[in-house]
């Protein structure tokens, strides 16, 4: 089965496709952070108008790797995201599928981002734990299989690319801040601040990253008068970011602990960190497995759409002329398939 997949939540728009027998076809993104880096963040109107322009061609890129007549199924993001953004993809799906005459599906754009490790080879077999750490979420998930997925914990505050961001804003590191920081934390030296762990000395497994902004504020205050103002941003960056993968690897041990799962999937924008990679090593050392999604697969884009859709447009799911587009949509609420 081949399913053309449209992502277009936010500020990416992806398209691609995807066969249940030979992989992944063909995939594109087209990124608008110029668009909106003047702004220093997402404009959601101009998020859509660039999507209804950027759409179209992008599907007619992708359909250059297949005949139209062999695609069997259309899969969009219906949310969560900016509305005005997801009413484009929805739009420009449903309409392509009724035109085609074939059947579309309505995709969860964290389902996407979970499930985009299988896109690699020897993907995860079920079950395993999922940490999702996007911009909009930081989110640790039991996953069963496809569709049952029970939330253990999420961040009460920020998620923790949202802390990235928004104290990379504060460091005048402008958009899209967390690659930056990750970037400029390279410099920072060890050791120079401590920020705390949130929330690790309670048991249990959410999260909290707002206060994490605020010291990272707070020490750029006391410090800019007596410090040389490009290595102080870097300590602060570094000491930050060790905050950040140091919480999530200690929610992450416990959460494999607490459940005996072997098997741990990190996926979404901040999977993409490299710190935070090098530090979940350590899991692997004590015997855990785990699984990102490629780097360009870490971040927004249509083929974790077109994939999260083929599976489930191959279990005879679809949405039978419906039209959605949700801005709030809480995964956990995903019927089984
Ligand atoms: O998953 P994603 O593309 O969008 C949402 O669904 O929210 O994640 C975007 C987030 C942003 O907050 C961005 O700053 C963060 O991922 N991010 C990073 C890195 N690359 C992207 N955070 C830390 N280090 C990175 N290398
Ligand atoms: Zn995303």
Redesign the pocket.
């Known amino acids: 089965m081949k399913v053309l997949g449209i992502e277009t939540?936010?500020d990416?728009t992806g398209v691609a496709i995807y066969d249940t027998e030979q992989g992944l076809l063909a995939h594109t993104l087209y990124s608008q952070i110029d668009l909106h880096a003047q702004f220093g963040g997402v404009v959601p109107e101009l998020a859509s108008r660039d999507h209804v322009r950027k759409l179209i061609p992008l599907i007619q890129e992708v359909m250059h790797e297949v005949h139209l007549k062999t695609v069997d199924g259309i899969a969009y993001t219906a949310g969560p995201g900016l509305i005005g953004a997801l009413l484009v993809g929805a739009a420009v799906g449903r309409s392509l599928a009724w035109a085609w005459r074939i059947p579309s599906l309505a995709v969860h754009?964290l389902e996407g981002?979970l499930l985009a490790p299988m896109l690699e080879e020897n993907p995860p077999a079920f079950p395993f734990i999922a940490l999702l750490v996007?911009?909009?979420?930081t989110q640790l998930f039991k996953v069963l299989g496809v569709g049952q997925y029970e939330l253990l914990g999420e961040s009460i505050d920020d998620a923790a690319?949202?802390a990235?961001?928004k104290t990379a804003k504060l460091l005048g590191l402008g958009y899209?801040?967390?690659?930056a920081?990750?970037n400029l934390a390279k410099n920072g030296r060890a050791n120079v601040f401590q920020f705390p762990r949130p929330m690790t000395q309670k048991s249990g497994l959410d999260f909290s990253f707002s206060g994490l902004k605020t010291c990272a504020l707070t020490t750029w205050q006391k410090n800019q008068p007596i410090c040389e103002e490009t290595q102080l941003k870097a300590d602060i960056a570094h000491a930050f970011q060790e905050a950040v993968v140091d919480t999530l690897l200690i929610k992450c041990k416990r959460a494999l602990q607490q459940t005996g799962l072997k098997r741990l999937i990190v996926a979404?924008?901040?999977s993409?960190?490299?710190r935070l990679r090098e530090a979940f090593l350590s899991l692997e050392k004590s015997g855990y497995k785990i699984y990102y999604p490629r780097l360009i697969f870490?971040?927004?884009n249509g083929a974790m759409i077109a994939y999260a859709g083929a599976l489930r447009l191959q279990q005879n799911q679809q949405d039978n002329l419906k039209f959605q587009a949700r801005p709030r949509w809480l995964l956990a609420e995903l019927a089984s398939c």
């Open positions: 939540s936010c990416e754009h981002h996007s911009g909009g979420h690319g949202e990235f961001d899209p801040g967390g690659a920081l990750a979404g924008g901040v993409a960190n490299h870490c971040t927004d």
